[in-house]
């Protein structure tokens, strides 16, 4: 193996994200990835870049936080927002994919690429001498994860995380449900479950009595905020669902002209719209519990579930007092790491810091320092917030307008300062870009 070789730990979103960036730079990569040989608790595909939970990458919205941190890493010739495109479902305005095609789409292009090996086998061991990116995710493996508190000489901090169930398509009782999006928003991509107050009573209080997963003696819960299991917001209050996954607001009943008082929505899973997700119903309860109470739904009464929704550990360093900007460890700079372990929650935001693991490798290789991008746009909203010392314990972050650098103008508009978010962000970017000389002309295949 080539010293002139960077390492890559983990085949997700991050360290794939990070290989095409190096890869197209002309670097060479080594990526390590321990399926099949290996699953975790929550992976079930062999293919790189599997998609664990929803297959919903947020919205595509140019107006939108995560509108934003798309086209940020489109202009940066994203892989994985190339390949999510190109395995895109309708979703209303956001981004939805096949997750076996996109996942295809990613591993197709990788391994096209002459300077790239494969390596299917677990890597338990930080290799010495080489640049070497983190990117294990939140269910690094025991092995690697001793390793890694090691090196740090902290421990993890650690939340845990939801997945939600899928619905068969053709046990969903289409006489019972409609198609809408909120608002009107975008297409009408969304099937619609509507509730009843007393059918929503019923359902709530199922919910809150169901059996649930035991916890092992040693773990501890900690929600994370912004993906909490659906029987815990329920146990927040009587209508703590009907304002938030379950809010009716701008889905009318198209049979009955009204309102109903919840809605459950289900959005589609693949191509052939044969899979539907239960949107926002990720869930500890046990299975049986599930099929149970989630059948209590109108539409849902005969539902068969190709997969039941789970709750797993995930873990993140406290990449504050951790990273460098660079993503680089402050006492081991041959050490970066990226992804979801970093501390950024969801999908994009973790490829967004595969990506800046992967283009600050690549500066380093050739002999440059790449400068973090400013503050005003999302990639560097997200730096600044995963590497900077909070004023409270650290906690993951989804990308939002609160973490980008704020302005002056005095707007009360709500759309006005999106805008001027999403403006000011572009013009960032263009001028980092330039000033970094990350154009086309840079690239050395």
């Given at each position: ?40 608790p929550a992976h079930k595909m062999e293919s790189l870049a599997e998609l664990v ?62 300077n790239f090996i494969l390596i299917r086998k677990e890597c338990a061991n930080i ?275 609160g973490l980008l650098e704020k302005h002056q103008e005095n707007k009360t508009n ?32």
């Open positions: 193996m080539k010293s002139a070789q960077v390492i890559i730990i983990g085949g997700g979103l991050a360290g794939c994200e990070a290989a095409w960036q190096l890869l197209r730079r002309g670097h060479s990569v080594c990526l390590y990835e321990m399926k099949p040989q290996k699953f975790s939970c929803s297959n919903s990458l947020k919205s595509n919205s140019p107006d939108s936080a995560p509108g934003l941190l798309k086209n940020e890493m489109r202009s940066l010739n994203s892989l994985i927002m190339c390949a999510a495109d190109a395995a895109a479902v309708s979703a209303g305005s956001a981004l939805a994919v096949d997750r076996v095609t996109f996942s295809q789409n990613v591993e197709k292009k990788l391994c096209a690429e002459k290799p010495e001498g080489f640049l070497t990116i983190i990117a294990t995710g939140p269910l690094t493996s025991d092995a690697l994860a001793n390793q890694i508190t090691e090196l740090l000489g902290s421990s993890y901090l650690y939340f845990y995380d939801a997945i939600a169930p899928i619905v068969e398509a053709n046990s969903i009782d289409r006489k019972k449900v409609y198609w809408a999006s909120r608002y009107d928003k975008g297409t009408p991509d969304y099937l619609n479950c509507p509730l009843s107050e007393e059918e929503y009573k019923i359902f709530r209080r199922e919910l809150l009595a169901g059996e649930k997963m035991a916890l092992k003696p040693f773990e501890e819960i900690r929600h994370f905020e912004g993906c909490l299991p659906i029987e815990i917001s329920a146990a927040r209050g009587k209508n703590t669902l009907a304002f938030g996954p379950m809010k009716p607001v701008g889905l009318p009943n198209p049979a009955t002209g009204k309102t109903p008082y919840a809605v459950v929505q289900l959005r589609r899973e693949n191509y052939a719209a044969t899979l539907f997700n239960m949107v926002g119903f990720q869930t500890k309860l046990t299975w049986p519990e599930q099929k149970r109470i989630f059948r209590l739904i109108p539409g849902l009464e005969n539902a068969h579930f190709a997969r039941y929704g789970s709750i797993h550990r995930n873990t993140y360093i406290d990449s504050p007092s951790l990273l460098q900007k660079s993503l680089q460890l402050k006492t081991k700079p041959n050490v970066f790491f990226a992804g979801q372990i970093t501390g950024v929650e969801g999908y994009l935001e973790s490829a967004a810091m595969g990506l800046l693991a992967g283009l600050n490798a690549a500066f380093i290789k050739e002999g440059r320092k790449l400068e973090p991008p400013p503050e005003a746009t999302a990639l560097g909203a997200l730096i600044h917030y995963i590497t900077c010392k909070p004023s409270m314990s650290f906690q993951p972050m989804n990308i939002n307008f709500k759309k006005d300062k999106k805008r001027i978010y999403v403006e000011t962000a572009h013009h960032a970017l263009n001028l980092w870009m330039s000033s970094q000389k990350l154009n086309q002309e840079s690239i050395k295949v």
